[in-house]
């Protein structure tokens, strides 16, 4: 056993000696080399059965309990790997002690030897179940509301996208009663790119039916007592021409009164380019709608590989008109699809017009053999609309590629990370804000822009909440995108890039709360063991990182936020009724590394689709590849990992925040989620500590006072107190709940909750087909 001891300290004090003084070297703490050559002391002194090593480790120990503290306060999460395991270590060393009373240990020596871990593990046990997730909270006391018809109509209820609904049925005292009253199975399994792990959707439930749809573009209705299938209709596409496997929801669009054909219908953006429309009653297609019920998408887009472009969310109708956008690949070559947004007669499928970010001011649609301006910043999110001004709001992305801005046009500046206010009619601008300058850290609106009343000084302003990747919510005049809430310009680090013409200042929010997380620091760096977290140390000490808008290089960059945000396409939820703007965040930051042209071709890294991709050798890389073809770098990216496929980052890292929409102030914050889903090389370890785990997917409120929100890493679907974020329902759902809920009132009376839950592989949830409806129990 002390053989065994001595090996184990050995190995402990070279693993935090040697790389603590190569992180010394790079200007890092001195902790490890320090802490590292005293436990090496240590085993020397304990194989030659010293009591003087066991006291040398405990010395240690006192040391790092003392710096710990220092460095990170009492925040359970940030000390377990800098404590758990020197903790463990002692324990053991007790144990040796015990076993042969060779070792001569005083019995105030031997005391002190199982109080002092005794009071560590008591203060670290403190901290987790102070921690715990509630699985009830005293109920907050809510005033009548009198529903509506309790439909929800729009993806985010209202064309607007609030995600608010004004039934009262649930609340926080009576949520706790919640169970499941129906599943449907849609019968999407994983196959290739179709795959069930793209189920995004939010139904809708219009004149008593519910519809949605799955990433392979089968439309659905359900009855929504019961979840019996009404119709169904399967899309017939080829997999070898089909793009992104995503649809977040479907339209529903009532044709003027005579309309012969499809007096109500479901329009759809397939996921082989076609924009379909079908009767809302029977699930068939409109064949007076374009040819033969479906216009193509692809008139005017040229010649790319395939599963390059293709819409994934549904179409805004307007005033008569259906605006649709489209996904567009992302980081493989500076030519690319063109990011048009087109809007097509809801009632004949006929294009009215296109804005073309490449040719803005002519919005007439193509003459035959024309193409739009390729690589043009798209759009592939939800828009919102205004029927009473007769705008759509479009959240634009950016211009191929992401992280290389060289070749940028002025009109792909313009109109990249800007909301864009279009005239449904006609397709004219009306108006534009930008969020990013020259982005280069794929930072594209992906939040739908969402409508509210701000209380002004004179009275209600229309207005638009245009939430971020960058963490940012801008507050702006629907009329004419001028802010509400300050907007600043911050000065920015720049880009050593030749030929980069980074932005000096970015805008920032500074009348609402910023979600970027602030800078991170050495301190911040995590593991589950000092091992890992020394690695975590000593790679941010290799990576080039000035906090928010760090200008990538060749070579490691880290990115904070990382590629989720912020805020991402689950977007933001206002309770209408008592003012509040209602947030899940993330905090994940990115690890980033820019390789040569020459790299890029040595590791066979080409366009995805193109000739030469398929004709290589296939390469694995960890995370996600871009080769950026025309450009002279390729970028590599993943979460900023440890070797144990942890973050490098200590928790939280996903929020859930209760904003005053009026003040501006936050008035509450959790963090979202819980461990259980989390663990080393996604191995979960089944902790039901709060942890804040990434989150994708979105919320929505309630005149009841209650919040609903899956979306998270750890699987569960909850209900939240709006007035005080308290968790009042929570379950697990047998699949990963990366969309976003809708709630409705069933011809039973009965308020029901429904959740599209398809999973997430690259969040480690389970994967399913599964559509689940909740409601009271009587």
């Known amino acids: 056993m002390r053989i065994l001891t001595f090996i184990l300290l050995a190995a402990t004090g070279l693993g935090m000696a040697l790389p603590g003084l190569y992180l010394a070297a790079l200007g890092g703490s001195l902790y490890y080399a320090a802490a590292g050559l005293l436990i090496l002391i240590s085993a020397g002194l304990i194989l030659r059965r010293r009591g003087s090593g066991i006291y040398l480790f405990w010395a240690v120990l006192l040391i790092t309990i003392i710096w710990s503290i220092w460095e990170v306060g009492f925040d359970g999460w940030a000390l377990m790997p800098r404590l758990v395991y020197l903790t463990v270590a002692a324990f053991w060393l007790l144990m040796l002690a015990a076993s042969d009373k060779a070792w001569r240990i005083s019995p105030g020596a031997r005391m002190a030897v199982v109080a002092v871990p005794a009071l560590i593990l008591l203060i670290i046990g403190a901290i987790a179940l102070s921690s715990r997730v509630s699985s009830a909270a005293t109920p907050a006391a809510a005033t009548a509301s009198v529903p509506g018809k309790g439909e929800w109509v729009h993806y985010g209820n209202s064309l607007g996208g609030s995600r608010y609904s004004d039934l009262a049925q649930i609340t926080p005292a009576n949520a706790g009663r919640l169970e499941e009253a129906w599943t449907y199975h849609s019968g999407v399994k994983p196959r290739g790119k179709l795959s069930a792990d793209q189920l995004e959707v939010t139904p809708i439930m219009v004149d008593g039916a519910l519809y949605g749809c799955t990433g392979q573009s089968a439309v659905f209705s359900l009855d929504p007592v019961t979840g019996k299938q009404l119709w169904r209709y399967d899309h017939k596409i080829d997999p070898a021409e089909a793009g992104r496997g995503v649809c977040r929801g479907v339209s529903f669009f009532r044709a003027p009164e005579g309309t012969a054909e499809c007096p109500t219908r479901i329009l759809l953006g397939t996921v082989d380019n076609k924009l379909i429309a079908l009767d809302a009653k029977t699930g068939q297609p409109c064949r007076s709608f374009g040819k033969d019920g479906a216009a193509d998408l692809m008139e005017g887009i040229g010649e790319f590989p395939a599963g390059w472009i293709n819409p994934t969310s549904p179409p805004a109708i307007v005033r008569g008109t259906a605006v649709i956008g489209a996904f567009i690949v992302d980081n493989q070559s500076t030519h690319v699809p063109p990011g048009v947004i087109r809007g097509y007669d809801a009632v004949t499928g006929q294009l009215k017009w296109a804005f073309d970010p490449g040719r803005p001011d002519d919005t007439r649609p193509l003459a035959p053999g024309q193409t739009y301006t390729p690589s043009t910043p798209n759009s592939w999110t939800v828009f919102s609309g205004d029927e009473e001004l007769g705008l759509v709001y479009v959240p634009m992305g950016n211009g191929s590629p992401d992280y290389y801005g060289v070749n940028r046009t002025p009109e792909t500046e313009r109109f990249s990370v800007a909301v864009v206010a279009l005239d449904a009619q006609t397709g004219t601008l009306r108006w534009t804000f930008q969020a990013v300058h020259h982005d280069l850290w794929d930072y594209d609106l992906a939040a739908q822009p969402v409508l509210v009343n701000y209380p002004g000084p004179d009275g209600p302003v229309p207005a638009l909440i245009q939430a971020t990747k960058t963490g940012q ?233 209650v919040i609903f929100i899956a979306a998270t890493q750890d699987q569960h679907f909850r209900a939240v107190d709006v007035t005080n974020g308290e968790v009042v329902w929570d379950i697990r759902l047998p699949a990963g709940g990366h969309a976003t809920p809708m709630t409705y009132l069933g011809k039973d009376g009965q308020q029901y909750v429904l959740l599209a839950a398809g999973g997430n592989r690259t969040f480690q949830t389970e994967t399913g087909d599964h559509f689940i409806a909740y409601r009271l129990k009587n």
Not at 604 to 624: I, M, N
Not at 629 to 658: H, K, M, N, Q, V
């Open 473 to 705: 919510l801008f507050v702006l005049d629907r009329r004419t995108g001028k802010p509400l809430k300050p907007v600043e310009e911050r000065p920015v680090p720049q880009s050593t890039i030749k030929g980069e013409r980074m932005s000096k200042t970015q805008p920032f929010s500074v009348g609402m709360p910023d979600f970027s997380g602030g800078r991170l620091t050495e301190r911040d760096m995590w593991g589950m063991t000092p091992f890992d977290q020394l690695y975590c140390r000593i790679r941010f000490r290799q990576a080039s990182y000035q906090g928010i808008f760090t200008p990538l290089r060749a070579g490691y960059s880290i990115r904070t936020p990382g590629e989720l945000g912020g805020i991402d396409w689950g977007s933001v939820s206002v309770d209408e009724r008592r003012g509040i703007v209602v947030v899940n965040s993330n905090l994940m930051p990115d690890w980033d590394e820019m390789i040569t042209r020459e790299e890029a071709d040595r590791r066979q890294l080409y366009a995805r689709g193109t000739a030469r991709a398929l004709s290589a050798q296939q390469h694995s890389f960890k995370g996600q590849a871009g080769a950026m073809e025309g450009t002279p770098y390729a970028i590599l990216f993943r979460g900023f990992l440890s070797p144990l496929d942890i973050p490098c980052a200590r928790p939280p890292y996903g929020y859930l925040t209760a904003v005053d929409l009026k003040t501006g102030k936050s008035l509450w914050q959790n963090p979202l989620g819980d461990a259980s889903n989390s663990g080393p090389f996604g191995i979960p370890l089944h902790l039901p500590f709060r942890l804040g785990t990434p989150n994708i997917g979105g919320s929505i409120v309630t005149a009841g006072g």
